[in-house]
Nanobody, 119 residues
Framework: QVQLVESGGGLVQAGGSLRLSCATS????????MGWFRQAPGQAREFIAT????????SYGNSVKGRFTISLDNDKNTVYLQMNSLKPEDTAVYSC????????????WGQGTQVTVSS
């Protein structure tokens, strides 16, 4: 029932900005937190950002602090990742994930969207 669909990826020059969206759906979806992760070719998946629904607390990976911002829309059914001051090393497939109530980790993932930053 839980579905996550990312959009907004594309090609951007270094120093530019991009905003990713992740639309959530599901009749029984009861999220604790939403997160963004990325994975570059040949590299492990990297934590980017998370937002906790109940407290509105946000957290960021060290590599993107000060440059990326995670947020929710007014209905809290879409999570965004605003990416500023993009660097070539930000090139990766970006995926959103949901941590649902009762779970102990992120168990639901979107299909991912490609972000490519040219040098």
């Amino acid at each position: 029932q839980v579905q996550l669909v990312e959009s907004g990826g594309g090609l951007v020059q270094a120093g530019g900005s991009l905003r990713l969206s992740c639309a959530t759906s599901g009749r029984t979806f009861e999220p604790v937190a939403m997160g963004w992760f990325r994975q570059a070719p040949g590299q492990a998946r990297e934590f980017i950002a998370t937002i906790v629904y109940s407290t509105d607390r946000v957290s960021y990976g060290n590599s993107v602090k000060g440059r990326f911002t995670i947020s929710l829309d007014n209905d809290k059914n879409t999570v965004y990742l605003q990416m500023n001051s993009l660097k070539p090393e930000d090139t990766a497939v970006y995926s959103c994930a949901a941590w649902r109530k009762g779970d102990v980790n992120y168990n639901y993932w979107g299909q991912g969207t490609q972000v490519t930053v040219s040098s």
